[in-house]
């Protein structure tokens, strides 16, 4: 039935069906549901941005249920509404929560998953008999549109939902999704698409980038009525010297009394390796049943992680341990608590986890948090500060991410192919390209024609062919291969990890096992296992004796502090102290601090010169994160140098970074101001940093989504020195004989803008320019320094003799300042 432009929802008699299915579930609408029910029935599109666990997917779903129940007759065959959601798990969460309500109002209305793991005789029947909505993910999207006669069906749809936006929005994911929803427009421009997300600051901009530049839609925002308790395991004393990792697992004996006291608990880490370790030693004291202690991860069996999701579902595990793989929405009713294992680096984060506990409106969200050390203190402080204030992180979108338009068109050069002109128009109603110059596009359909002009004479570069003005792909082969390699997620090459015996248990990064020798012994999945050998890409494996062993290591280890975050803990030092309880162990430190030297504030940067038996230290505290810090101390060096010739060695954290040399360092407190001047970055990063080197490993990564460097076929893995030895042949051909080559400008774009963070680092370098340098000379280690001298022992020695020698010097200095009275 049409819908007016102005519908009255009030007189809609679908509404009164709905609203009798909540009372039978005690429910009433919430008004925020109401809203997007209005905007839905007239036609609109928009975001609903609203707080984990207050109905989300109800008011979503609820617009197509009043659609269907005020239809005079079933809907025809065929696909009316595509859902989006970038989590496989959460795909079969969502499955669940559209189905209950449909089936309860007696709607006959298919609702099916397609994912990766989707099998391929499912596949052939829903492209048969394509069910009325399909739940999906943004790769599953894209792989459709490469077939001409999908397209036709999706010019069909009448709606299309991406669910937890916030996730893919400053991700090439992201981008891949815009570029999509772009063709769906073209293909039916009354498509109503809606986005829903929670924990996300710039809601204007994040659905400009989801209905494109310039598109008018509705914003609805749920009010945040749930109450959230932070709280924190506090260690039975303060150390005035912390230092990196040594805190967590000493507080043990206090994880596990909270996850007893409660009927369910989450113990959310920030890496894989973490949750390994914590698992390990959760299960070394577990008082109950083996099986109601669990572990979840990205890299374990998928088979694995569903019985874990279906187990907390039912109430049958009092405890999980993750990583942000059950950071989203997946509907977990029963779990009463959160625990975060060290600091959650940002605001939303530790929002998002703690709406993992009591994910149901009007009930209480609990986290606990336990420090891996002590300054994560200030951290959580901060953080509690932030929320009760509303401040939380903004995710700025992708632009220019011209490897994903390369894949993209290729795509659709499948898909029925296209023309030069319309496409670009289509194209810049993304966001991300919304200013591609004619120039620059012209350079991506150079690459994907013939890759390049240094390329243009091999055959395997020449993937889409320009035939009577349409860009097509007509080679069965290359359309295979590109559909294998669909997607922008890239990550060091995976092994499989096998039993002898043939039981699979998850994947490991090639990097990490590659070092093993057959009869090593390695911590995964929960398990001490052994390596026996390894062939074809697959680790075959015995359960090992013990719990010794190395825990892999993973890429992208380490999150770095949020900018919103730091500045709030820079705020909170310079008014220390308060009610909370954390401050009764903080106040040691920082009145330690104090005495030695000064406390971080706003408007100021605290410079600290040094001396040990190792040398000559400098310490900064700009309070940018790891990532600006990392940029920072090498070009700090480089300009310290010019002053008089050293070498330095250096070290970073969140807090700040230190330069350290066996010479004395050259420098006095008015020279800082012109070590910070803005003027001369770029350069001086080039000489400071091998960009080139840089360069290369980005390289790796794009060469892979823009089709370059072909990935493994399902089932056939390629090593990582294979892709490595590709990527960098192809590096160092394109640098010599085609220096403007669009794939090596996007690998320098992306070193500057997402590694090194450029425009931050400029930003922190005018904020420092702008402060008062306050000198000063410690006569020995200060508080805030003893982390950042024990980071740059970290690569000079073994795990135990680094602990071993940290352990030792913060004993020294806690004997040494014994008698410093250390008072808030």
């Given at each position: 039935?049409?819908?007016?432009?102005?519908?009255?929802?009030?007189?809609?008699?679908?509404?009164?069906?709905?609203?009798?299915?909540?009372?039978?579930?005690?429910?009433?609408?919430?008004?925020?549901?109401?809203?997007?029910?209005?905007?839905?029935?007239?036609?609109?599109?928009?975001?609903?941005?609203?707080?984990?666990?207050?109905?989300?997917?109800?008011?979503?779903?609820?617009?197509?249920?009043?659609?269907?129940?005020?239809?005079?007759?079933?809907?025809?065959?065929?696909?009316?509404?595509?859902?989006?959601?970038?989590?496989?798990?959460?795909?079969?969460?969502?499955?669940?929560?559209?189905?209950?309500?449909?089936?309860?109002?007696?709607?006959?209305?298919?609702?099916?998953?397609?994912?990766?793991?989707?099998?391929?005789?499912?596949?052939?029947?829903?492209?048969?008999?394509?069910?009325?909505?399909?739940?999906?993910?943004?790769?599953?999207?894209?792989?459709?549109?490469?077939?001409?006669?999908?397209?036709?069906?999706?010019?069909?749809?009448?709606?299309?939902?991406?669910?937890?936006?916030?996730?893919?929005?400053?991700?090439?994911?992201?981008?891949?999704?815009?570029?999509?929803?772009?063709?769906?427009?073209?293909?039916?421009?009354?498509?109503?698409?809606?986005?829903?997300?929670?924990?996300?600051?710039?809601?204007?901009?994040?659905?400009?980038?989801?209905?494109?530049?310039?598109?008018?839609?509705?914003?609805?925002?749920?009010?945040?009525?749930?109450?959230?308790?932070?709280?924190?395991?506090?260690?039975?004393?303060?150390?005035?010297?912390?230092?990196?990792?040594?805190?967590?697992?000493?507080?043990?004996?206090?994880?596990?009394?909270?996850?007893?006291?409660?009927?369910?608990?989450?113990?959310?880490?920030?890496?894989?390796?973490?949750?390994?370790?914590?698992?390990?030693?959760?299960?070394?004291?577990?008082?109950?049943?083996?099986?109601?202690?669990?572990?979840?991860h990205g890299s374990l069996d998928a088979e694995h992680r569903r019985e874990v999701e279906q187990g907390l579902r039912?109430?049958?595990?009092?405890?999980?341990?993750?990583?942000?793989?059950?950071?989203?929405?997946?509907?977990?009713?029963?779990?009463?608590?959160?625990?975060?294992?060290?600091?959650?680096?940002?605001?939303?984060?530790?929002?998002?986890?703690?709406?993992?506990?009591?994910?149901?409106?009007?009930?209480?969200?609990?986290?606990?948090?336990?420090?891996?050390?002590?300054?994560?203190?200030?951290?959580?402080?901060?953080?509690?500060?932030?929320?009760?204030?509303?401040?939380?992180?903004?995710?700025?979108?992708?632009?220019?991410?011209?490897?994903?338009?390369?894949?993209?068109?290729?795509?659709?050069?499948?898909?029925?192919?296209?023309?030069?002109?319309?496409?670009?128009?289509?194209?810049?109603?993304?966001?991300?390209?919304?200013?591609?110059?004619?120039?620059?596009?012209?350079?991506?359909?150079?690459?994907?024609?013939?890759?390049?002009?240094?390329?243009?004479?091999?055959?395997?570069?020449?993937?889409?062919?320009?035939?009577?003005?349409?860009?097509?792909?007509?080679?069965?082969?290359?359309?295979?291969?590109?559909?294998?390699?669909?997607?922008?997620?890239?990550?060091?090459?995976?092994?499989?990890?096998?039993?002898?015996?043939?039981?699979?248990?998850?994947?490991?990064?090639?990097?990490?096992?590659?070092?093993?020798?057959?009869?090593?012994?390695?911590?995964?999945?929960?398990?001490?296992?052994?390596?026996?050998?390894?062939?074809?890409?697959?680790?075959?494996?015995?359960?090992?004796?013990?719990?010794?062993?190395?825990?892999?290591?993973?890429?992208?280890?380490?999150?770095?502090?949020?900018?919103?975050?730091?500045?709030?803990?820079?705020?909170?030092?310079?008014?220390?102290?308060?009610?909370?309880?954390?401050?009764?162990?903080?106040?040691?430190?920082?009145?330690?601090?104090?005495?030695?030297?000064?406390?971080?504030?706003?408007?100021?940067?605290?410079?600290?010169?040094?001396?040990?038996?190792?040398?000559?230290?400098?310490?900064?505290?700009?309070?940018?994160?790891?990532?600006?810090?990392?940029?920072?101390?090498?070009?700090?060096?480089?300009?310290?140098?010019?002053?008089?010739?050293?070498?330095?060695?250096?070290?970073?954290?969140?807090?700040?970074?230190?330069?350290?040399?066996?010479?004395?360092?050259?420098?006095?407190?008015?020279?800082?101001?012109?070590?910070?001047?803005?003027?001369?970055?770029?350069?001086?990063?080039?000489?400071?940093?091998?960009?080139?080197?840089?360069?290369?490993?980005?390289?790796?990564?794009?060469?892979?989504?823009?089709?370059?460097?072909?990935?493994?076929?399902?089932?056939?893995?390629?090593?990582?020195?294979?892709?490595?030895?590709?990527?960098?042949?192809?590096?160092?051909?394109?640098?010599?004989?085609?220096?403007?080559?669009?794939?090596?400008?996007?690998?320098?774009?992306?070193?500057?803008?997402?590694?090194?963070?450029?425009?931050?680092?400029?930003?922190?370098?005018?904020?420092?320019?702008?402060?008062?340098?306050?000198?000063?000379?410690?006569?020995?280690?200060?508080?805030?320094?003893?982390?950042?001298?024990?980071?740059?022992?970290?690569?000079?020695?073994?795990?135990?003799?680094?602990?071993?020698?940290?352990?030792?010097?913060?004993?020294?200095?806690?004997?040494?300042?014994?008698?410093?009275?250390?008072?808030?």
């Amino acid at each position: 039935m049409p819908v007016p432009a102005r519908h009255s929802l009030t007189a809609d008699p679908a509404l009164a069906h709905l609203r009798d299915w909540f009372a039978t579930r005690g429910w009433t609408p919430a008004e925020f549901q109401l809203q997007l029910w209005q905007a839905w029935r007239e036609g609109r599109s928009g975001l609903l941005h609203a707080p984990t666990g207050s109905g989300k997917t109800l008011a979503m779903w609820g617009g197509v249920l009043l659609d269907a129940l005020d239809a005079e007759a079933p809907p025809a065959p065929g696909l009316r509404v595509f859902w989006i959601t970038p989590l496989r798990a959460l795909a079969t969460d969502t499955l669940e929560n559209l189905r209950a309500p449909t089936l309860d109002l007696g709607l006959n209305l298919e609702i099916e998953l397609r994912t990766a793991d989707t099998s391929s005789g499912a596949r052939a029947r829903q492209r048969k008999r394509p069910p009325f909505a399909l739940i999906t993910t943004p790769e599953s999207l894209s792989l459709r549109l490469s077939h001409a006669d999908e397209q036709a069906a999706l010019a069909r749809l009448d709606a299309i939902v991406v669910d937890e936006w916030h996730e893919l929005l400053g991700s090439k994911r992201g981008v891949q999704l815009e570029l999509c929803l772009a063709r769906l427009r073209q293909l039916n421009p009354r498509l109503k698409i809606w986005g829903v997300s929670a924990t996300l600051a710039n809601l204007d901009q994040a659905m400009q980038v989801l209905l494109g530049p310039g598109v008018n839609g509705s914003l609805i925002q749920a009010p945040e009525h749930r109450r959230l308790i932070i709280d924190s395991a506090l260690p039975s004393q303060s150390e005035r010297f912390p230092w990196a990792g040594h805190l967590g697992l000493r507080q043990l004996p206090q994880v596990l009394d909270s996850v007893l006291a409660a009927q369910s608990t989450l113990v959310f880490t920030n890496t894989r390796a973490q949750a390994e370790l914590w698992f390990q030693a959760l299960s070394a004291v577990w008082p109950l049943a083996a099986q109601t202690l669990a572990l979840h991860h990205g890299s374990l069996d998928a088979e694995h992680r569903r019985e874990v999701e279906q187990g907390l579902r039912e109430g049958r595990l009092r405890a999980v341990v993750a990583t942000s793989s059950l950071d989203l929405g997946v509907d977990f009713c029963s779990v009463d608590q959160v625990i975060q294992i060290g600091s959650p680096k940002g605001i939303a984060r530790l929002l998002q986890r703690a709406g993992r506990s009591g994910h149901r409106p009007g009930q209480v969200s609990r986290i606990r948090f336990v420090a891996t050390q002590m300054l994560e203190l200030l951290e959580i402080v901060a953080t509690r500060r932030a929320l009760a204030r509303g401040r939380i992180e903004a995710r700025p979108p992708l632009t220019r991410s011209l490897d994903v338009l390369a894949q993209h068109l290729v795509t659709l050069a499948l898909g029925g192919g296209f023309e030069r002109e319309p496409m670009l128009a289509e194209v810049r109603r993304c966001h991300a390209f919304a200013a591609l110059g004619e120039r620059e596009f012209d350079q991506v359909l150079d690459l994907i024609t013939r890759g390049g002009a240094s390329l243009a004479s091999y055959p395997d570069y020449q993937r889409v062919q320009l035939l009577d003005g349409r860009y097509r792909i007509e080679d069965r082969k290359l359309a295979q291969r590109h559909r294998w390699g669909i997607g922008t997620i890239v990550a060091d090459s995976q092994m499989q990890v096998r039993f002898v015996g043939g039981g699979y248990l998850g994947s490991v990064e090639e990097s990490f096992l590659t070092r093993l020798k057959p009869g090593d012994r390695f911590q995964f999945a929960g398990r001490s296992l052994e390596l026996v050998r390894i062939h074809q890409m697959e680790a075959q494996v015995r359960r090992g004796s013990g719990r010794a062993g190395a825990v892999p290591r993973w890429m992208g280890g380490k999150l770095p502090l949020s900018s919103d975050l730091a500045d709030e803990v820079l705020q909170l030092l310079a008014h220390p102290f308060g009610d909370e309880a954390e401050w009764p162990l903080l106040g040691p430190i920082l009145t330690l601090q104090q005495q030695l030297s000064a406390l971080p504030r706003p408007g100021v940067l605290l410079v600290e010169m040094l001396r040990t038996r190792e040398g000559h230290h400098l310490a900064l505290y700009p309070y940018a994160g790891r990532s600006v810090h990392e940029g920072l101390a090498p070009l700090l060096a480089a300009r310290i140098g010019r002053l008089r010739p050293a070498s330095f060695s250096y070290a970073v954290n969140d807090h700040g970074l230190m330069l350290s040399s066996r010479a004395p360092i050259a420098l006095q407190a008015q020279q800082v101001a012109a070590l910070l001047d803005p003027a001369g970055l770029m350069e001086d990063i080039e000489s400071s940093l091998n960009l080139a080197e840089l360069g290369r490993r980005q390289f790796r990564e794009i060469a892979q989504i823009a089709g370059l460097v072909v990935r493994a076929a399902p089932g056939r893995q390629r090593s990582v020195r294979q892709l490595q030895a590709s990527s960098s042949l192809l590096f160092d051909v394109l640098s010599e004989h085609d220096p403007g080559h669009v794939l090596l400008g996007c690998a320098r774009r992306e070193v500057l803008e997402q590694q090194l963070e450029y425009q931050r680092l400029l930003e922190v370098l005018q904020r420092l320019g702008a402060a008062r340098v306050e000198w000063r000379e410690p006569k020995s280690l200060t508080p805030f320094a003893f982390p950042l001298w024990a980071e740059r022992l970290r690569g000079q020695l073994s795990l135990e003799d680094w602990q071993t020698r940290v352990r030792a010097m913060a004993e020294t200095m806690e004997a040494k300042h014994s008698r410093t009275v250390a008072r808030p």
